[in-house]
Structures are given as C-alpha cells and as structure tokens.
C-alpha cells in the first residue's frame, strides 16, 4: 500500500495526472478514490474511474464524487468527452452513471476474465454540451 501511495503522490508531477481521495465528511475517513486517467489532449477526452469500499456503496458518495468530477472535467480542464465504464453485473456503479445523466455507449463483451468466466464491460459517455443541459442535484 505504501508503494501505491509513493507512486500517486509522485505522479502529482506529471500536468495531466489527477487522482483524489474520496473522504466521508462526518468522519473525516478516506473511503476510496476518484481519478481522470486516458487523458487524450488532442481530442479533449478523458475517462474516470472510481472505487469505494464496499460499506459505503449505495449511499450517494460516489454519485456526488463523480458529479463534482463531471464540474472539474468540463469547467475546469474544458474537457469536450467524459467517458466511464463499468463490468458487467455492477448495479451499485451502474446507478451511479445514470444518476449522473451519462449516455450509454455500447459494450465490449467478454473484456474481462475473472474468476472462471467472461465478463462485459459497459461504456458510457458524457459531452460538455450534455453536461450544460444537465440539472445539478
């Protein structure tokens, strides 16, 4: 774990690297991550990825994570695509996506091999046109 952490906090260095912590306000605990990674400068293109420890799934941390992500991506970066995925069987992340307005994309089927069998992976994406379109909660 501590190898993990080094390699984050050197990557801070790098002008396209962003990773956070995702921290619970009433306790003050980090409860997973949220990062911009597949930064593609030239097309203004990103996607995200988020993880959060399984006690806290279902609870709306995620979903307002990545929502105040979705204001960074597209104010802040001027990202013209978000992009965002999901494995197959995955409702707790599906409900996130769609709670955040992202349009379905297609899937890449059998993309992962666990535990002895094929697993999908779904795509979704955003526009910085949709996102203005969006009403904020």
């Known amino acids: 774990m501590k190898e993990l952490l080094e390699k984050y906090i050197l990557?801070?260095?790098?002008?396209?690297?962003?990773?956070?912590?995702i921290i619970e306000k009433a306790s003050g605990?980090?409860?997973g991550q949220i990062a911009i990674f597949l930064v593609n400068d030239k097309n203004h293109f990103c996607?995200?990825?988020y993880a959060l420890g399984k006690q806290f799934h279902r609870k709306g941390y995620c979903t307002e994570a990545v929502k105040a992500l979705l204001d960074f991506c597209f104010n802040?970066?001027?990202?013209?695509?978000?992009?965002v995925c999901h494995k197959e069987g995955n409702i707790a992340s599906q409900g996130v996506i769609r709670k955040c307005n992202f349009t379905y994309e297609g899937t890449l089927?059998?993309?992962f091999y666990m535990d002895g069998r094929y697993v999908s992976r779904l795509y979704y994406s955003m526009l910085k046109s949709e996102y203005k379109?969006?009403?904020k909660e």
């Open 29 to 31: 605990i980090c409860i």
């Open 133 to 135: 379109n969006t009403i």
């Open 109 to 111: 089927r059998d993309f």
């Open 76 to 83: 802040e970066v001027n990202f013209h695509k978000v992009q």
């Open 47 to 49: 996607e995200i990825e």
């Open 11 to 21: 990557s801070y260095e790098q002008p396209d690297y962003y990773r956070w912590a």
